[in-house]
């Protein structure tokens, strides 16, 4: 065993995960949570593949039957890391994050008192390996989170988030030729190396992604609009236009600062209200729009009604309309003509509010 050797046994390994290091030191428009779950999954790949080189170097030498035992064990333990660290990517969601980590604290558990009891498996005099009874605990841990995988790119289709649904179920697709090809093989370079590829497929994806996406809010943005009414021109059946209220009078007022947490709050309360199965996105400013599927009609108003319930309790308010589309009279959809619709009701429900403050003898804006 040589540093030369093991260069040029995980040559591609080594490149993708450096170069991926250079692309997250110097790309500084990512997020920073997205950035440091990929350097420390870049990290688990690189330590994976030197403990896999030093596996198979020593396995024939029975002075280093310890050392054998150590490498094998950090290696079963980070064979999950990077698929769970894709999966705390795909969710931000604390609860999500604890539950997702469970298989990998037992698994970990299990492995680490291995060398005590045997439990997951154990070398004998003449080195050969023998399974425990534990011994399927890592490859179980492992087929947990690649159907959590599946699970989400599933999740990403049915809400019509295709592009993500196919880069995470490729990067499954990877994952699983990998582990059949170590399987049949006494190389261990094909986990590490297909990690080390789909950390940087991710990471690009991701960076396309920002481009699709307003900074301030993480919403999609204007340009993300036009492209995907044009994309999913057949399945629109409506456009809901939403405007903020009194957004000058707390910039003035408090700061610009002030109005872009507001902006911010009020993205959150349209999305978490509308969900994923509505696409929303920031036309620019104060001005929201949220897409309409066909066969989601009769949920909008309700999703509108509570979208003004919870604007409320953070003491915000919005002004919304909505404008449907009529595939049977009226042929083709015009998206702009759609939207200037919308608009019209939106406004109309603004002076509407604006009436509604003034003879309530209360005011619009926020409370203080």
């Known amino acids: 065993m040589s540093l030369l050797d093991y260069f040029q046994t995980n040559f591609a390994t ?4 450096f170069g991926l290091i250079i692309i997250l030191v ?7 949570r997205i950035k440091k779950l990929m350097f420390l999954s870049v990290l688990v790949v690189l330590v994976l ?11 024939y030498n029975m002075e280093l039957l310890n050392l054998r035992m150590v490498v094998s064990i950090i290696g079963y333990i980070l064979r999950s890391v990077p698929l769970y660290l894709m999966l705390l990517c795909v969710r931000n969601k604390k609860l999500s994050s604890m539950f997702m980590a469970i298989p990998l604290v037992i698994n970990t558990v299990v492995l680490l008192i291995t060398p005590f009891t045997g439990s997951v498996f154990a070398f004998n005099e003449f080195g050969s390996f ?4 534990l011994g399927y605990v890592p490859h179980i841990v492992g087929i947990i989170y690649l159907i959590m995988v599946a699970y989400c790119a599933l999740r990403m289709f049915y809400d019509r988030y295709i592009n993500e649904g196919f880069i995470l179920l490729f ?30 497929l991710y990471y690009m994806f991701i960076h396309v992604q920002v481009v699709s996406k307003d900074q301030l809010t993480g919403l999609l943005n204007r340009a993300s609009f036009y492209e995907d009414c044009h994309r999913y021109r057949s399945k629109i059946s409506g456009l809901v236009s939403v405007d903020m209220n009194e ?7 408090f700061g610009h600062e002030a109005g872009d947490k507001a902006l911010i709050a009020v993205a959150e309360c349209i999305k978490q209200t509308f969900g994923r199965k509505y696409p929303v996105y920031r036309l620019g400013g104060d001005e929201f729009t949220v897409m309409i599927w066909t ?16 604007l409320e309790e953070r003491d915000y308010s919005c002004a919304f309309g909505t404008a449907y589309f009529d ?33 309530g003898n209360r005011k619009l804006h926020i409370r203080e």
């Open 14 to 17: 080594v490149l993708c995960s």
């Open 26 to 32: 110097y790309n500084r428009g990512a997020e920073q």
């Open 49 to 59: 593949s030197v403990a896999d080189y030093v596996e198979v170097g020593v396995s």
């Open 130 to 133: 023998a399974r425990g009874p």
């Open 171 to 200: 990067m499954e697709i990877i994952a699983c030729i990998a582990v059949y090809m170590e399987t049949f093989s006494s190389d261990k370079i094909y986990v590490s190396t297909a990690y080390a590829i789909f950390n940087i």
């Open 247 to 253: 957004l000058k009078w707390i910039n003035d007022n």
């Open 295 to 310: 066969g989601n009609e009769i949920e909008t108003d309700e999703k509108i009604a509570l979208c003004r319930k919870n």
């Open 327 to 359: 595939k049977a009279s009226e042929g083709e959809i015009d998206i702009n003509k759609l939207l200037k619709k919308a608009d019209e009701q939106m406004y109309m429900d603004k002076e509407r509010i604006k009436k509604e403050a003034v003879l």
